[in-house]
């Protein structure tokens, strides 16, 4: 398959663009789900650039896979630039972020990274990977930061990063199968992905709307009221977090015969998008 990956280099304008405390439709709960995961981002793309890169003598012989790592390097390390800078807008905006940041990174790199198996942590990266090529699917097919009148400067960053995530989403999972193809590893690999991931961003979470002082009755009333806009915006009633990322990405993930690629639908809407905002475009494939 022909993977094109553009390494684009961005520069948010967060300082020129204020911001408000809840900038997804005022919702202290929904902005939160967001900068909670945010929270997560550049540690964990930079535990992807370790896992991949600790396995390139697998790859050393292989221009083109060679050359789609570095791309894919390129852009994880940009990735994680940008989300640390807007960790300065969160600490402007008086949130105390440091000591979840440190639980987090102490916990998930400094132990469990440490002492996990370089192949398990290749296989986790994989199936990471693989959940936020769901979510960036997700987030450019129905552009709910659009709906939601989210700032123009979090769109940019959020939808260019899932563009980015699209282009590069097979590549952790093709050194894996060259490393080792089983399945058990691949099974193995989701589940350590799936209970840092939801773990740490349920704590990110809930970390900053403790410090918003949102309660119990706040929390459930603006989960329902979130997940009626997601149901509106999607024409599906059943539409949430939980079952479209996480139930139907691990069932999607641990079919025999799943590779990223598959589904196509991913690079026509992350194509319209680079279009839509005049972001450097892949080149087209090379004619076979």
Same mark, same amino acid.
């Given at each position: 398959?022909?993977?094109t990956?553009?390494?684009r280099?961005?520069?948010? +304008?967060?300082?020129?663009?204020?911001?408000a405390r809840? %900038?997804?439709?005022?919702?202290?709960?929904?902005?939160h789900?967001? /900068?909670?995961?945010n929270l997560?981002? +550049? @540690?964990?793309?930079?535990?992807?650039?370790?896992?991949? /890169?600790?396995?390139?003598?697998?790859? $050393?012989d292989?221009p083109k896979?060679s050359?789609e790592?570095?791309?894919?390097?390129?852009?994880?390390?940009?990735? @994680?630039?940008?989300?640390?800078?807007y960790?300065?807008?969160?600490?402007?905006? &008086?949130?105390?972020?440091?000591?979840?940041?440190?639980v987090?990174t102490t916990?998930?790199?400094g132990?469990?990274?440490?002492?996990?198996p370089?192949?398990?942590?290749l296989?986790?990266t994989?199936?990471?990977?693989?959940?936020t090529?769901?979510?960036?699917?997700q987030?450019?097919?129905?552009?709910?930061l !659009?709906?939601?009148e $989210? +700032?123009?400067v979090m769109?940019d960053l959020?939808? %260019?990063h899932? =563009?980015e995530?699209?282009?590069?989403r097979a590549? @952790?999972?093709? =050194?894996?199968?060259?490393? !080792?193809?089983?399945w058990w590893?691949?099974?193995a690999g989701?589940?350590v992905?799936?209970?840092? *991931?939801s773990?740490f %961003?349920l704590a990110?979470?809930?970390t900053l709307?403790?410090q !918003?002082?949102?309660?119990a009755?706040?929390?459930?009333?603006? *989960?329902?009221?979130?997940?009626r806009?997601r149901?509106?915006?999607t024409?599906?009633e059943q539409?949430?977090?939980?079952?479209?990322?996480?139930?139907?990405?691990?069932r999607e993930?641990?079919?025999?015969?799943?590779?990223p690629?598959? /589904?196509?639908?991913a690079?026509?809407?992350?194509?319209?998008?680079? $279009?839509?905002? &005049? *972001?450097?475009? $892949?080149?087209?494939?090379a @004619?076979?």
């Amino acid at each position: 398959m022909a993977r094109t990956i553009v390494k684009r280099t961005m520069r948010h +304008p967060f300082e020129g663009a204020p911001i408000a405390r809840h %900038w997804v439709a005022g919702s202290a709960v929904a902005t939160h789900i967001i /900068n909670g995961v945010n929270l997560l981002f +550049p @540690a964990g793309e930079r535990f992807f650039v370790r896992s991949v /890169n600790r396995f390139k003598q697998t790859f $050393a012989d292989d221009p083109k896979l060679s050359s789609e790592v570095r791309a894919f390097f390129g852009q994880e390390g940009q990735h @994680a630039r940008e989300h640390e800078r807007y960790f300065d807008v969160l600490r402007d905006q &008086g949130y105390e972020i440091e000591r979840f940041l440190k639980v987090y990174t102490t916990l998930a790199f400094g132990v469990v990274e440490t002492h996990a198996p370089a192949k398990l942590a290749l296989a986790a990266t994989a199936a990471a990977e693989h959940f936020t090529a769901v979510m960036a699917e997700q987030a450019l097919t129905y552009r709910w930061l !659009d709906e939601m009148e $989210a +700032p123009q400067v979090m769109r940019d960053l959020l939808l %260019w990063h899932a =563009v980015e995530e699209i282009e590069h989403r097979a590549v @952790a999972y093709e =050194v894996l199968q060259r490393v !080792d193809d089983r399945w058990w590893l691949r099974a193995a690999g989701m589940a350590v992905a799936a209970s840092m *991931l939801s773990g740490f %961003w349920l704590a990110g979470t809930l970390t900053l709307l403790r410090q !918003d002082g949102v309660g119990a009755r706040r929390l459930l009333a603006e *989960l329902q009221q979130a997940r009626r806009r997601r149901a509106m915006i999607t024409g599906d009633e059943q539409a949430g977090l939980l079952r479209d990322v996480f139930i139907e990405g691990i069932r999607e993930y641990l079919r025999p015969n799943f590779h990223p690629e598959a /589904n196509t639908q991913a690079d026509a809407v992350a194509a319209r998008y680079v $279009a839509e905002r &005049g *972001l450097k475009a $892949a080149p087209s494939p090379a @004619a076979p």
